[in-house]
């Protein structure tokens, strides 16, 4: 049985939030000594609880913090050069988790921009709000609205958070999304795309090859379980609708895992 059929399984008959859990309790211990020895060299690094780590990302502390800042320089080197030079303006980080990206935009962008995360998990930004000060944090419902008024932001980025939403939700929150957005404004998202077919099934990349989005529920929508793959076809039609598309880099296949694709897009036509 592959990795794609056991999913399946597990899901099918309930049992994936017990196997999440074992993940979660082996990757804790395999990383309790290179998670000590980073906490205790970097004592002034305020770092999120395991689980809270681990449900949006890796429970690995240097990959969570130095990761993190590498991924925010590599968001705005992806949406800098659409931005005309733009000095000061509003960013959001759509569905931000532990703020492991966020929380280095105020250092990467200086003091002219505003900066703001959300995300659906209560407890999360609970614990963004507490110890990122630097950003505005709020918590939304997995279904919009987001609580800003429309034409706001210059620029919103969202990192795998298509990923874990209904086909439904993916036209919802695009809509939301392009609302809350300046006309103009740089949108960017990642997704998983055309090298993420060698992970599904028979019947899953059937449908893939047919530009139907392959969505895995039996769990919580919004959750790091709830998984969608996306034919660029599905999206090009989805996105293009009300904005325009800059950008389509297809994620490659790397010696750490698959790359998801990114998509940047410009609100209106």
């Not at 509003?90 to 703020?99: N, V």
């Not at 000060?133 to 919103?156: H, M």
Request: charged share 25%; hydrophobic share 35%; with cysteine.
């Amino acid at each position: 049985m592959n990795k794609a059929t056991l999913s399946q399984f597990l899901r099918q008959v309930g049992l994936l939030r017990v196997a999440d859990q074992f993940q979660f309790r082996l990757q804790q211990w395999r990383k309790r000594k290179s998670n000590r020895a980073f906490r205790r060299s970097h004592q002034n690094i305020v770092l999120p609880p395991d689980y809270t780590m681990f449900e949006s990302f890796q429970l690995d502390y240097r990959k969570y913090y130095e990761g993190g800042r590498n991924t925010a320089g590599w968001v705005w080197n992806q949406i800098r050069p659409h931005t005309n030079n733009l000095q000061r303006g509003k960013l959001l980080d759509w569905g931000c988790g532990p703020a492991r990206v966020v929380r280095h935009m105020p250092t990467l962008l200086g003091d002219k921009w505003r900066i703001y995360g959300t995300d659906y998990n209560q407890q999360t930004i609970d614990w963004c709000q507490k110890h990122i000060k630097e950003v505005t944090f709020s918590a939304n419902s997995v279904n919009p609205p987001l609580p800003f008024p429309d034409d706001f932001f210059d620029v919103v980025y969202g990192i795998s958070i298509f990923t874990h939403l209904s086909e439904e939700n993916h036209v919802h929150w695009l809509e939301e999304l392009l609302r809350i957005t300046k006309p103009g404004a740089i949108l960017m998202f990642t997704t998983q795309g055309e090298t993420f077919r060698a992970r599904l099934t028979a019947a899953e990349k059937k449908a893939f090859d047919q530009g139907i989005l392959v969505v895995r529920a039996k769990v919580k929508e919004g959750h790091r379980l709830f998984s969608a793959f996306h034919p660029p076809s599905y999206l090009k039609s989805l996105f293009s609708e009300q904005a325009t598309i800059i950008q389509h880099q297809v994620g490659e296949a790397m010696d750490w895992g698959i790359e998801q694709d990114t998509w940047v897009l410009r609100n209106g036509k």
